[in-house]
């Protein structure tokens, strides 16, 4: 059965035998290629694009056009693709990752893949982990593209709009993932079509996929603003709340008098103004209309003022303990520390309790780098260390891992793994071995995990008065440099183990005569790409080198896993004194283990990071997709607003009617109908002892419609209606939209606790989540109703 799934899921060897009759096809035109002259090759490049036009494909023009960038990096480069790179560069058009170890020109292999998806002029992204590779990678590869007639772009985190906009415009772009996915959500939040700057997500290629898709995907991208700076309109509006008085009413009483400025309905738990309390707001704050766009800010506040003095009690909801409004858990009776009310409902509690109004700042947009590259039609990528986590790109991302075979045999000789009682005796170990290598004038590269240990050996190396580098990874373009130099006759390097990504040691004169670059690990990683990246270090196209790992039972690895059974075989082995070593295969593949074990944990947690997020991506595309709607609409909006309108009016007046006529709430509907849609008179003179339910509705959609065209015949100018429009819903869907992230953060915060219950979290979070939406849309839809009903057109409008 094993070797039955095997056979399945390990596709190397198939998918190698399909590529390498791909491989064998682009060789052929080696010859013919050669003899064209420049300009008859760059003019390769307009053919192919008029070919795809009439109808060929991609996939067909791949044997000429992987050629002619091969043929192209000759001339421009001096560097000519080997047959093991064109085999890398057809798995990657593939959409496959290309496992290639380092040194085997992984820059290179992706300049046939690139040139090729590039002339659709949709546009290729080659992603790199910082700005410093993004950069060499743009000047040096970007040479041979412009020389074949591509445009080529560099997006970097300082460029304005406009610069990013012409960068994503280019067939080619360079970028990191960061900025990438940052310019997706910031492009998603903007009111205008023209201040996007990203085009559709087409292809990418990601450099050190690995390090992107797996080691940053735990950490999702988040656009945070100031959540309010506004905290003196929650004291203005709660002070204003705390002169008004509850209309106690009846509903079943019809009188035209008024009885309070504020209504209550305790079976939905709402608040609103009553017609007198929104003249009280307008006399208060000055205002002709409380429901004009520009006051939408204030009508918060004050919904939320109401709110917290009215409904939200004190010592039953929430308690106050040193100066801090702490809820209350209303299933277990218990303060929740930490948590706090969403939407503002907080910060207005703060206020009616007087208490210190805490500023916080609010997620406007978040991704996680998953779901973000998941967006591409099609995504491929490189590292030298992808084999350990196959299941995981093949189940998260649906990418194959293909192990590209090296150009020269590897002759690097991996040593096992040596074992120390403890940190004094293996450091003292590691400084003798690089004293004695050092002698010999082998270049010697010294992995550590943590800062703190870099820091400790370099400290000791001093005392030997060896000469060394430190790697400090704040730049980057240092960081490139130290690492190229790593491979001169005698010089020792301390790097951490993720040190050197994208960088390549090469060896100086002479090395290689005296045993190629040495690597040492001070310490095993939890993860083997991360061990396997600083081996791969040495050992580049055939050259000669040595690697082994240092191990003492104090590290951490060893402390977590390797336990008692490694000490009590280390016990059996040597006489008790501090110097004992292991050097044993045994102990190799019990940290393997124990790092299968920690990996399989990691995965878990992305996995379940992905779970969760997947939640907000369906409504993170939903509401997107009609962001989008709306800023790309060129005609009028009225499709989408009447309906919006026409479902508020179908809620509101089915919750205030329910049953039989005596157990209608007449005055909450009339607040609702006159707070919101209509105004006072038209209100009154609605005869709600009669009508029915359908008329009703019939009636409200009526004076919608006559509501709209009025406006319509106020702005004369179309474009004018439409920009009132976009204002209306953008302002609504935005603003919901950020307390709706920030309701949902605080969910997932708390939903584990659920688990306590007998109950699976996940599901718990998705049921509350789609609860939580469901409200959310009606809520825009609601503020979008009662803001184009009642707000007053005037020339000038700004957003």
């Given amino acids: 059965m094993a070797n039955i799934l095997k056979k399945i899921y390990n596709g190397d060897k198939r998918e190698l035998k399909k590529f390498e009759k791909l491989a064998k096809r682009v060789e052929s035109y080696a010859d013919e290629y050669s003899k064209l002259s420049d300009e008859q090759l760059q003019a390769k490049t307009p053919e192919f694009r008029e070919r795809l036009k009439n109808g060929e494909t991609l996939d067909s023009l791949l044997p000429e056009a992987f050629a002619v960038s091969r043929e192209g990096a000759k001339r421009v480069l001096g560097l000519y693709p080997f047959h093991v790179q064109i085999l890398g560069g057809i798995s990657l058009h593939y959409g496959n990752i290309s496992e290639m170890m380092t040194g085997e020109g992984k820059t290179l292999t992706a300049t046939m893949p690139v040139y090729l998806n590039a002339l659709t002029g949709k546009g290729v992204h080659v992603v790199t982990v910082n700005e410093y590779l993004s950069s060499r990678d743009e000047e040096e590869m970007g040479q041979l593209y412009r020389w074949l007639g591509l445009t080529v772009g560099l997006n970097l985190n300082a460029m304005s709009p406009d610069e990013k906009r012409e960068a994503y415009e280019c067939d080619i772009t360079y970028s990191t993932n960061s900025e990438l996915g940052f310019d997706y959500l910031r492009d998603n939040m903007v009111v205008y079509k023209e201040q996007m700057v990203q085009r559709e997500l087409n292809y990418a290629i990601l450099d050190e996929v690995d390090s992107i898709l797996i080691d940053e995907a735990r950490t999702p991208l988040i656009i945070s603003g100031e959540a309010e700076q506004a905290n003196g309109d929650y004291i203005r509006a709660d002070r204003f709340v705390k002169t008004l008085k509850e209309d106690k009413s009846d509903d079943d009483v019809d009188d035209e008098e008024d009885h309070g400025d504020y209504k209550i309905d305790w079976p939905t738990k709402t608040i609103s103004l009553t017609r007198t309390g929104i003249q009280k707001a307008c006399d208060h704050f000055g205002l002709r209309n409380l429901y004009d766009v520009e006051n939408q800010k204030l009508v918060h506040h004050i919904d939320q003022a109401l709110r917290a003095n009215y409904i939200m009690l004190k010592d039953i909801d929430y308690v106050v303990q040193e100066g801090e409004v702490l809820i209350v858990d209303s299933f277990t009776g218990r303060v929740m520390k930490g948590r706090r009310y969403s939407d503002g409902l907080h910060q207005a509690i703060e206020a009616k309790e007087n208490v210190k109004i805490q500023e916080e700042s609010k997620t406007q947009a978040t991704i996680t780098y998953q779901n973000f590259f998941r967006m591409y039609k ?19 991302y649906n990418m194959q891992v293909i192990a590209i075979p090296t150009n020269r045999p590897v002759i690097r000789k991996d040593r096992p793994d040596v074992l120390y009682p403890n940190l004094d005796s293996k450091y003292a170990a590691v400084v003798d071995e690089i004293k004695e290598r050092h002698a010999n004038g082998q270049p010697v590269l010294v992995g550590t995990v943590a800062v703190e240990s870099s820091e400790r050996l370099s400290e000791l190396l001093d005392r030997e008065n060896i000469p060394h580098a430190v790697l400090n990874a704040k730049n980057h373009a240092k960081e490139a440099q130290i690492i190229m130099n790593a491979g ?103 940290i393997e283990s124990a790092q299968k074990r920690v990996e399989g944990n990691n995965y878990d947690t992305r996995k379940q990071t992905l779970q969760y997020d997947d939640v907000m991506r369906i409504q993170r595309e939903i509401i997107y997709g009609e962001r989008m709607q709306v800023i790309g609409e060129e005609d009028s909006l009225k499709d989408v607003l009447i309906p919006m309108i026409r479902r508020t009016i179908n809620s509101q007046v089915d ?45 409200l959609y009526d004076e919608v419609e006559k509501n709209y065209n009025e406006k319509a015949d106020v702005l004369a100018d179309p474009s004018q209606m439409l920009e009132f429009e976009k204002v209306v819903i953008l302002r609504v869907v935005d603003d919901r939209w950020t307390d709706h992230i920030d309701a949902m953060d605080q969910l997932r915060q708390s939903i584990s606790l659920r688990g306590y219950g007998q109950l699976n979290p996940l599901v718990e979070y998705q049921d509350s989540g789609y609860n939580m939406f469901e409200e959310m849309v009606s809520n825009i839809e609601f503020d979008v109703t009662r803001l184009f009903m009642k707000a007053e057109i005037r020339q000038n409008l700004s957003r």
Avoid: C
């Avoid at 491929?380 to 998260?396: H, V, W």
């Avoid at 049953?659 to 509907?669: V, Y």
């Fill in 378 to 396: 099609k995504l491929a990528g490189m590292t030298g260390t992808a084999k350990t986590e196959e299941e995981e790109f093949r189940e998260i």
């Fill in 488 to 590: 001169q006759r005698g010089a020792v390097t301390i790097a951490t183990n993720m040190a050197g990504r994208g960088t390549d040691i090469k060896l100086g004169p002479g090395v290689k005569e005296i045993g190629g670059l040495a690597v040492i690990g001070t310490e095993r990683h939890e993860s083997r790409r991360i061990d396997n990246q600083l081996r791969g270090r040495s050992g580049r196209q055939g050259d000669p080198g040595e690697t082994r790992f240092y191990l003492s039972l104090e590290d951490d690895l060893m402390k977590r896993f390797g336990g008692e059974r490694v000490k009590d075989f280390l016990d059996r082995l040597s006489d008790n004194d501090d110097d004992k070593v292991i050097e044993n295969r045994f102990i190799t593949r019990q």
């Fill in 655 to 699: 919750m205030f009617t329910q049953g039989d006529r005596s157990k209608w709430r007449i005055d909450s509907l009339r607040d609702f109908i006159s707070s919101s849609l209509l105004s006072e008179d038209e209100t009154d003179a609605i005869d709600f002892k009669t009508i029915t339910v359908p008329e009703l509705k019939e009636k």
